[in-house]
């Protein structure tokens, strides 16, 4: 599931293990990059309505069939609106909510709510333990490159339960920022002409 995803919508190179630039530079440049932004994504998910023109052999055209593939009908993107749940379960759900939240800068939110999910799933404890101490590092503690917006108590609860790590280390954590996407972003979201569009299945004008 999560492979789609990750094709349609890459991380930066050099992977997690890389510390990221967290400088955000000026006013005017961030509102800039935020409709560049907001134009790229929806550009990408737009793609997934078009007809790859390319030769069958070519494994962009493989791409492109399996993404369409999961492409929502419009009943499919209306049970969205019902709960963030719905919408994060769904594969192009999820890769359009990432997208809004990128054009937002707040993608951070997901992600650290998707590796905590991953996290859960591990088996070895040795494995947990390094992993526990990545997450922390790279989303919770104070300064991190991509330090999500938690309280300071939920701050020191998760640090707490560092010393004794097992698969619940970052339950409330993880709680908390759904709960604050569920509020916060996840209603915009649906306000959003990248959702309307599904809702609605305008067709992209061509350029």
Same mark, same amino acid.
């Given at each position: 599931?999560?492979?789609t995803v990750l094709l349609l919508f890459p991380?930066?190179?050099?992977?997690?293990?890389?510390?990221?630039? &967290?400088e955000d530079g000026s006013e005017g440049s961030r509102k800039k990059k935020t409709k560049n932004l907001a134009?790229?994504?929806? *550009?990408?998910?737009?793609?997934?309505?078009? =007809?790859?023109?390319?030769?069958?052999?070519?494994?962009?055209?493989?791409?492109?069939?399996?993404?369409?593939?999961v492409k929502p009908t419009p009943e499919e993107a209306l049970k969205w609106g019902e709960s963030l749940e719905k919408l994060l379960l769904h594969k192009y759900g999820l890769a359009a909510? =990432?997208?809004?939240?990128?054009? $937002?800068?707040?993608? $951070?939110?997901? $992600?650290?709510?998707?590796? &905590?999910?991953?996290?859960?799933?591990?088996k070895s404890q040795s494995k947990m333990a390094s992993k526990a101490r990545k997450i922390f590092g790279e989303y919770i503690a104070i300064?991190?490159?991509?330090?999500?917006?938690?309280?300071?108590?939920?701050?020191?609860?998760?640090? $707490?339960?560092?010393q004794n790590i097992n698969q *619940? &280390?970052?339950?409330?954590?993880?709680?908390r920022i759904f709960g604050?996407?569920?509020?916060d972003s996840y209603p915009r979201f649906l306000r959003s002409d990248l959702y309307l569009d599904l809702i609605t299945q305008k067709k992209v004008s061509p350029s």
């Open positions: 599931m999560m492979q991380q930066q190179p050099g992977g997690p293990d890389i510390e990221c630039n &967290c134009k790229d994504m929806k *550009n990408k998910l737009g793609f997934l309505r078009r =007809r790859n023109e390319a030769t069958a052999g070519n494994p962009a055209c493989k791409l492109d069939k399996v993404l369409r593939s909510f =990432r997208a809004f939240l990128r054009t $937002e800068f707040s993608e $951070e939110n997901l $992600e650290f709510w998707m590796t &905590c999910e991953d996290y859960k799933k591990i300064q991190s490159c991509k330090e999500v917006n938690l309280d300071s108590y939920t701050r020191e609860h998760t640090k $707490e339960n560092l *619940n &280390c970052f339950d409330l954590a993880q709680k604050l996407m569920e509020k």
